[in-house]
Nanobody, 122 residues
Framework: QQQFVESGGGMVQPGGSLRLSCVAS????????IGWFRRAPGKERQGVAC????????YYTGSLKGRFTISSDSAKNTVFLQMTNLKPEDTGVYYC???????????????WGQGTQVTVSY
């Protein structure tokens, strides 16, 4: 079964940092695009960041660029999401998924993992 396994979530205070990991199970990252998504409480799943395994191009949603950084390690078959200066509105479940393009269009992505919970609160 092809899916991602996410980890690294937890509870952090506003202004803190977390590094999420996403390991591909049953397939390799190449030649896919891999996206990080999040589902905030009571909201739809939305795209956060995406990376191309072919050329390393990265894409971010709105104002997240500058606070969030997506990267990958092909040897570890893993994609990372470094999150800094976290805010309460960053709270949610974070997921990885793969697609043929970094569109952030949820139906185009597959191999979803179970997600990892991030909570930003005092």
């Amino acid at each position: 079964q092809q899916q991602f396994v996410e980890s690294g979530g937890g509870m952090v205070q506003p202004g803190g940092s977390l590094r999420l990991s996403c390991v591909a199970s049953g397939f390799t990252l190449y030649p896919h695009r891999i996206g990080w998504f999040r589902r905030a409480p009571g909201k739809e799943r939305q795209g956060v960041a995406c990376i191309s395994s072919t050329d390393g191009s990265t894409y971010y949603t709105g104002s997240l660029k500058g606070r969030f950084t997506i990267s990958s390690d092909s040897a570890k078959n893993t994609v990372f999401l470094q999150m800094t200066n976290l805010k309460p509105e960053d709270t949610g479940v974070y997921y990885c998924a793969t697609s043929h393009q970094c569109s952030f269009y949820v139906p185009e992505f597959g191999s979803w993992g179970q997600g990892t919970q991030v909570t930003v609160s005092y």
